[in-house]
């Protein structure tokens, strides 16, 4: 892996003895596999992680060179180990993982593991030992009898409008998960932003979340996404795939800056920044 941007410090002119022939005096030998504390300091949370919604709010995607969000209705082909270690990583450092019903069905969720790289961490900085998961559904049509709800390290939170059904929110915290209102409107339907700010009520102020394209593009239209890191992989997949963000468009684009790229085997690791106004 190596991080092109921002451009690595140039190395000392004394430490180019037995540089290889070809390399370009100054080039520091990144191309390595970073250990896992290196990207867990690279993708660190802001202290405190407060955006303007109260907490901090970054998503982790990938894509194809075409703006797949998928392939034959999973991500998991557009993956790489890079990709893979990225992921472990944001939600090594994350207090909650927020994710819509839909993906939860459609890749499998299952709970959060606790990992010793990150346990020292984690306990510096007051987490539980692993992220909770956050399923966002309206209807709460969800097989409570999934190990994402029964085996959890630590409580599944299901995240739901004012009209859902009493049987499944009793059929819920049976299993037990702990329900979460956030959207009072007689529509049902769960607000983005009153998510965050439920979830940051609870202690949850570094979040991340893993989509899917519709749950993103609502964040991002009620201007509560702050960070974006985006995979871009080497491949291309046509087809009629959903983008990674699915849903009205907004009223004025908002504007990121880049804070950072890795690079492996062609992958490219992006994060960027919203601006603030």
């Not at 520091?28 to 407060?50: K, N, V």
């Not at 901090?56 to 995607?61: G, K, Q, S, Y």
Request: proline share 8%; glycine share 10%; net charge negative.
């Amino acid at each position: 892996m190596r991080r092109l941007f921002p451009v690595p410090v140039p190395a000392p002119a004394e430490s180019l003895v037995g540089t290889p022939t070809g390399t370009p005096a100054g080039t520091p030998a990144e191309d390595r596999e970073w250990a896992l504390d290196e990207l867990a300091d690279a993708y660190a949370y802001p202290e405190p992680p407060h955006g303007p919604s109260g907490a901090w709010l970054r998503a982790n995607m990938v894509s194809s060179l075409d703006g797949a969000a998928h392939h034959d209705g999973r991500s998991k082909a557009l993956s790489s180990d890079a990709d893979m270690r990225i992921f472990g990583v944001l939600r090594g450092l994350a207090d909650a993982v927020v994710v819509g019903a839909e993906t939860v069905r459609r890749e499998g969720y299952r709970p959060a593991r606790a990992r010793e790289a990150f346990a020292e961490r984690r306990a510096a900085l007051g987490q539980s030992p692993a992220p909770a998961i956050a399923v966002v559904s309206a209807s709460l049509e969800l097989d409570f009898a999934q190990p994402l709800f029964t085996e959890p390290l630590v409580p599944t939170i299901v995240i739901t409008g004012a009209t859902a059904a009493k049987e499944r929110i009793e059929a819920a915290r049976t299993a037990g998960a702990e329900v979460v209102f956030a959207g009072a409107g007689p529509s049902g339907r769960v607000d983005a932003a009153a998510i965050v700010a439920a979830l940051a009520e609870l202690g949850h102020t570094r979040l991340l979340t893993e989509g899917g394209p519709t749950l993103l593009a609502e964040f991002a239209a009620a201007g509560v996404l702050d960070e974006l890191c985006l995979a871009v992989a080497p491949l291309v997949t046509a087809g009629d795939a959903k983008r990674i963000m699915n849903g009205p468009v907004l009223g004025e684009p908002e504007r990121f800056t880049l804070a950072s790229v890795l690079e492996e085997a062609g992958f490219l690791f992006t994060r960027y920044r919203r601006i603030y106004q």
